[in-house]
């Protein structure tokens, strides 16, 4: 079965609208852990806008599942000028402190609202692969965000990479199109060059209940999707535990 990591960004966002520690990061963590999600994934900006790098020690502490942290391995460290919240120590420092399960590399800014495209590894690639090297000598599995573009998932195995996320905006924005199929096949070529590769997949981004399940059942070797954004506005309208629930559905 794919495995379900839910994304607890948006639940440190309506935390931080706020100067209180509710909602918990935490507890929603557990709920989601209690409730069969098999991983938990949180994607920490210098800006701290969300998830916040007290909230990985955090996580780390208290996780028995597969925690997956995400972000750009670039991002320097930054002062906080908010009362109560600790500096950004970088995220490389973050993830050598919490040793997580998978570090998904991730080449964001802080001007994005969300992650929105792959690394383009002709021009980052030198600069990738000695962090993948250190990444492993701290025992953590390393995935790449990628488009699905097979010369570039093929430059993601010469660079280190376990495993790699196809970034599936495009997809989502065009299911239920007269796009639809042709986008899909690119991502259906892009898994089968993963395999190619002895690369891991994994994927993410706008997926949801509408279009998880055709993503799934096209797409071979999935090993595993995180979902936050849908995650969060559908529960609201189930339930956090029917939510988990349903989504599970949509990957058996």
Aim: aromatic share 6%; proline share 4%; with cysteine.
């Amino acid at each position: 079965m794919t495995a379900l990591s839910i994304n607890l960004n948006k639940i440190a966002l309506i935390r931080n609208s706020r100067d209180t520690e509710y909602p918990s990061v935490a507890l929603h963590a557990a709920r989601c852990i209690a409730a069969g999600a098999h991983g938990i994934t949180v994607h920490p900006r210098p800006d701290q806008r969300h998830i916040r790098a007290d909230d990985c020690y955090e996580l780390a502490g208290m996780l028995d599942v597969e925690f997956n942290i995400e972000g750009n391995p670039f991002a320097p460290a930054t002062k906080s000028d908010r009362r109560g919240v600790s500096d950004y120590p970088g995220f490389m420092e973050i993830v050598r402190v919490t040793k997580p399960a998978q570090c998904t590399l991730v080449p964001d800014t802080d001007s994005q609202l969300t992650s929105d495209h792959g690394f383009d590894l002709r021009k980052d690639g030198d600069r990738i692969a000695p962090i993948i090297d250190e990444l492993k000598r701290l025992g953590v599995r390393v995935s790449l965000f990628m488009d699905p573009d097979e010369a570039q998932i093929r430059l993601a195995k010469q660079v280190g990479a376990d495993r790699i996320e196809l970034y599936t905006g495009p997809y989502a924005e065009n299911f239920g199109s007269v796009h639809q199929d042709a986008v899909l096949n690119q991502f259906i070529a892009a898994s089968n060059t993963a395999a190619e590769e002895n690369l891991g997949l994994n994927a993410g981004h706008d997926l949801n209940l509408h279009n998880l399940f055709l993503f799934k059942n096209s797409v071979q070797n999935l090993l595993e999707v995180s979902i936050g954004h849908a995650f969060t506005v559908d529960a609201i309208e189930l339930g956090l535990d029917n939510c988990v629930k349903s989504y599970l559905n949509c990957l058996r």
